[in-house]
């Protein structure tokens, strides 16, 4: 019921993002106003995608599929807003941020295209957003000079201070962006680490992590910028793999030193037997220092008649692409852009990218596929 009349709202409204309401978009109701960070809140509330995925749920569906389209949707609300996509906004009470400004990046981990957004938050509040030590308020006030703060940092807000309900989702989201394990035992390391802290000299460590069977397990990573390594210790109790899932691994590994390793370059993906002491994954190109990395995607609506468009993030120069119609290559859309036909009804839209980064190397990656596309509307 609550999948069909989500379906319903989006085809009845054309949304190619998941509304918080079940019944109009965001940009109408009570939470229109694009400060207000509701607009994120079932990425949140339930945490349905990533921790159900922990579980094993069986998962399928828009509300898994539209995961980094809402989270572009919401971004792109608020660019005149902040100078950061990683401030997801506030409440009437405190419209500056909030003290769930991190833990609105968590479904991010189930997504691609933003799976850094829950440490990005954390670092947005512990930058800008404190009201006191490791404290903020449920909503956040702007910054203004009668802050008793010597840096900018804000004033005051509404709710309460210390939000113990918002600062444990911010701690919850910083473990499992470094460390989770699956009901099936594996323990996925790195998922949600940004690129900048796999650049040469960067190092990632924690310990005592509890696993299931009773364990307590920690890594540390350190790189060389052509060369990530970890070192696992402790119990593992009863895990059964690692699976190192950072975001600098995707499209972009040449080797590991462990034979019995299973790689999957296009996901960045490497899973190694929870035996595993000692791993070094040699990258195809080095992680800058400033982490950028390929990151395409499509913008427009997927409507027949209305033009899609490919862009790279910023530092990368596009110089190929090919369209893709549910995973087949589109004969002849090599362009920049692509309009759906007919033939595209129904069909998600897709594009592979092909960049060069600073006239130093170049890479291919996909862009999150956007659709089903939709016809027009009647009589319009």
């Given at each position: 019921m ?29 939470r ?7 607009w ?43 100078d ?8 009437p ?7 769930y ?55 005051g ?18 473990f ?19 690129q ?15 696993t ?5 397990v ?11 390594t ?114 595209d ?17 170049t890479?291919?990656?996909s ?14």
């Amino acid at each position: 019921m609550v999948s069909d009349q989500l379906r319903k709202t989006m085809t009845d409204y054309q949304l190619d993002y998941i509304p918080i309401s079940m019944v109009e978009p965001n940009e109408q109701g009570p939470r229109k106003d694009p400060r207000d960070a509701n607009w994120a809140s079932m990425f949140l509330f339930g945490q349905w995608a990533w921790d159900g995925y922990l579980f094993g749920a069986q998962q399928s569906g828009f509300m898994l599929d539209d995961i980094d389209r809402t989270y572009t949707h919401g971004f792109q609300r608020r660019e005149s807003l902040t100078d950061t996509v990683y401030n997801f906004g506030g409440y009437p009470h405190g419209y500056f941020s909030s003290a769930y400004n991190a833990g609105y990046g968590s479904t991010a981990l189930r997504g691609e295209q933003y799976r850094d957004a829950g440490i990005r938050g954390y670092e947005f509040m512990v930058n800008k957003s404190q009201s006191g030590p490791f404290g903020w308020w449920e909503g956040v006030d702007y910054p203004n000079a009668s802050s008793p703060w010597n840096i900018d940092h804000a004033a005051g807000g509404g709710g309460s201070n210390q939000h113990m309900w918002g600062q444990a989702t911010a701690t919850k989201v910083l473990f499992d962006s470094l460390i989770a394990q699956k009901s099936d035992g594996t323990i996925i390391v790195g998922r949600g680490a940004p690129q900048d802290w796999v650049a040469a000299g960067k190092r990632i460590a924690l310990d005592n992590f509890p696993t299931l069977g009773g364990g307590r397990v920690g890594y540390a990573a350190t790189s060389t910028g052509s060369q990530v390594t970890f070192t696992f210790s402790g119990d593992v109790g009863s895990a059964t793999a690692f699976s190192i899932e950072l975001l600098a691994l995707k499209g972009n590994i040449t080797s590991v030193s462990v034979p019995k390793a299973v790689v999957d370059e296009a996901a960045g993906t490497v899973r190694v037997p929870a035996s595993t002491k000692r791993l070094t994954i040699t990258l195809r190109h080095p992680v800058d220092v400033d982490g950028t990395a390929l990151s395409p995607t499509i913008t427009g609506k997927a409507k027949i008649g209305s033009a899609l468009t490919a862009t790279v993030n910023s530092g990368w120069q596009a110089i190929g692409y090919q369209w893709t119609r549910n995973g087949v290559p589109v004969t002849g859309a090599t362009g920049a852009s692509y309009t759906p036909t007919k033939a595209d009804l129904g069909a998600r839209i897709g594009v592979r990218v092909s960049a060069d980064r600073a006239h130093a190397y170049t890479t291919t990656l996909s862009a999150p596929e956007v659709g089903p596309v939709i016809g027009p509307v009647p009589g319009g």
